[in-house]
C-alpha cells in the first residue's frame, strides 16, 4: 500500500468515527429532569443536559417553603363579628360606641402570656402597668387556661399577689382577639360618669409670629 492510499484510508477513519461522535451528543435523551443549553457552533440545534442537582435544589425549595404556613388557631373556629365575641363586664347602659372608644383607648396588649402559663412576673408587670396606664391589654394562649374566665382569675390573682388592689376590674373580653382589657379600681364608674377615657389633648397652636395680626412684641 502506497503513501497516499493510507493517508486517505487514515483520514476517512477518523471522520467516521468524528460523525458518530456528533452525531451521538445531538441526541436528545429523555429523563426526569433536563434543563436546555445552546452549544457554541453556530446553527447548531440545541442539546439538552441532565442537570440532577438542580431538580434536588428545586425540591428541597418546595418543601422549605411549606413550612411557613399561617393556621388559625382560633380554639372554636368562629369567625363571627367581634360583636358576637366581644363580653361587656359592665353596667349594659353604656353604650358599645362608648366601650369601644375605652377599647381603642389602650392601643396595643402590653403583657402577652404564652403556652407555659403565667406567672408571678405577669402579675407584677400588670400591677404595674396598671398603675401606669389605668387599663391594660392582656393577649393569653387561651389554650393554657382553657377560657378567658379562667385566665382573668388566674391573672388577677397573681397581680393581687404582687401587690395589687383586689379590686382590679375587668373591662372587657374578646374571645376572638384572645384579649382581656384590666383597669383600675373605679374605672368603671369613670366610664359610666363620662370622665374615661380623657378627652384628647388640644391641638398645638404656634404663637403669633411678628408680622400677624394678634402678634405682641416683647417688651424689652
Known amino acids: 500500500m502506497n503513501p497516499a492510499s493510507f493517508l486517505k484510508i487514515f483520514i476517512l ?14 441526541i436528545p435523551i429523555l429523563i426526569n429532569r433536563i434543563t436546555t443549553t445552546t452549544t457554541p457552533y453556530n446553527n447548531a440545534p440545541d442539546v439538552l443536559v441532565c442537570r440532577p442537582e438542580e431538580s434536588i435544589l428545586r425540591a428541597e425549595q418546595n418543601d422549605d417553603d411549606g413550612d411557613d404556613v399561617d393556621y388559625d388557631d382560633d380554639d372554636d373556629g368562629d369567625d363571627d363579628d367581634d360583636d358576637d365575641d366581644t363580653i361587656n363586664n359592665i353596667n349594659p ?3 358599645v360606641p362608648v366601650m369601644e372608644k375605652v377599647w381603642r383607648y389602650a392601643k396595643k396588649a402590653l403583657i402577652s402570656v404564652g403556652g407555659k402559663g403565667a406567672t408571678i412576673k405577669h402579675g407584677n408587670n400588670l400591677r404595674q402597668l396598671l398603675d ?15 377560657t378567658l374566665e379562667k385566665a382573668w382569675e388566674s391573672l388577677r390573682d397573681l397581680a393581687i ?17 384572645r384579649t382581656i382589657l384590666f383597669g383600675l379600681p ?35
Open 161 to 177: 399577689e404582687s401587690g395589687a388592689s383586689p379590686d382590679i376590674e375587668m373591662i372587657q373580653m374578646r374571645r376572638k382577639d
Open 13 to 26: 477513519s477518523n471522520y467516521i468515527q468524528f460523525s458518530a461522535v456528533c452525531a451521538f451528543v445531538q
Open 93 to 95: 347602659d353604656i353604650a
Open 186 to 220: 373605679g374605672t368603671i364608674e369613670k366610664v359610666e360618669d363620662g370622665s374615661f377615657p380623657p378627652p384628647p389633648p388640644p391641638p398645638y397652636v404656634p404663637p403669633p409670629r411678628e408680622g400677624d395680626d394678634d402678634y405682641i412684641a416683647p417688651e424689652l
Open 132 to 146: 401606669d396606664h389605668t387599663i391594660v391589654k392582656v393577649k393569653v394562649n387561651t389554650k393554657t387556661f382553657g
